[in-house]
T-cell receptor, first 114, second 118 residues
Framework: AQSVTQLDSQVPVFEEAPVELRCNYS??????LFWYVQYPNQGLQLLLK??????LVKGINGFEAEFNKSQTSFHLRKPSVHISDTAEYFC????????????FGQGTTLQVKP | DTGVSQNPRHKITKRGQNVTFRCDPI?????LYWYRQTLGQGPEFLTY????????KSRLLSDRFSAERPKGSFSTLEIQRTEQGDSAMYLC????????????????FGNGTRLTVT
């Protein structure tokens, strides 16, 4: 079975500071990894994805993530955050079957302070 | 590409009533998923369709829940005899199966239907 653990439920950070949101996964098969962002009362928007190839993945809004197979991690980073980045961030894993189904973590609330 | 559309956005109902939600996926997507998200949690998988066939159902989907995708386009999720524990955001997502030897592409989510059972 696959699972995802997001290690921080809330991450407060000041504007223009760097941020890292941590994600660890568990899977016995090859995985696909995703980060989604959710703004209040909205659905989930894809930030970035790892399917194969380069372990450093760049996404929208200046975010990037690094796939580390030995540590089973897929941490999300941004070098300088904006107030508008305040949102809920979800890490997800897929690939255990051909269903395309994703398993999500519990989410990390990023709070950007002025 | 108009995105995934869900209706209604909000639904307030009394315990014991039936409710139905609709999802219109991205037109060329052959896979459609339903997820449930409660406050402070990540989305939990409920069920998915490939074209009109319902291929997997989670144990979270009790017999009060039924989903259909009759023509392989839009889908409906019905909850009968609603309970307060059904209060949640119901999210629909769609994707395009990559075909033999190809990876399934990421899920595209709608804005959800927020259900409140009083």
């Amino acid at each position: 079975a696959q699972s995802v653990t997001q290690l921080d439920s809330q991450v407060p950070v000041f504007e223009e500071a760097p941020v890292e949101l941590r994600c660890n996964y568990s899977s016995s098969v090859s995985v696909y990894l995703f980060w989604y962002v959710q703004y209040p009362n909205q659905g989930l928007q894809l930030l970035l994805k790892y399917l194969s190839g380069s372990t450093l993945v760049k996404g929208i809004n200046g975010f990037e993530a690094e796939f580390n197979k030995s540590q089973t991690s897929f941490h999300l980073r941004k070098p300088s955050v904006h107030i508008s980045d305040t949102a809920e961030y979800f890490c997800a894993v897929g690939g255990s079957s051909n269903t395309g189904k994703l398993i999500f973590g519990q989410g990390t609330t990023l709070q950007v302070k002025p | 590409d108009t995105g995934v559309s869900q209706n209604p956005r909000h639904k307030i109902t009394k315990r014991g009533q039936n409710v139905t939600f609709r999802c219109d996926p991205i037109s060329e997507h052959n896979r459609l998923y339903w997820y449930r998200q409660t406050l402070g949690q990540g989305p939990e998988f409920l069920t998915y369709f490939q074209n009109e066939a319902q291929l997997e159902k989670s144990r979270l989907l009790s017999d009060r829940f039924s989903a259909e995708r009759p023509k392989g386009s839009f889908s409906t999720l019905e909850i009968q005899r609603t309970e307060q524990g059904d209060s949640a955001m119901y999210l629909c997502a769609s994707s395009l199966e990559g075909g033999p030897g190809q990876r399934t592409l990421p899920l595209h989510f709608g804005n959800g239907t927020r259900l409140t059972v009083t």
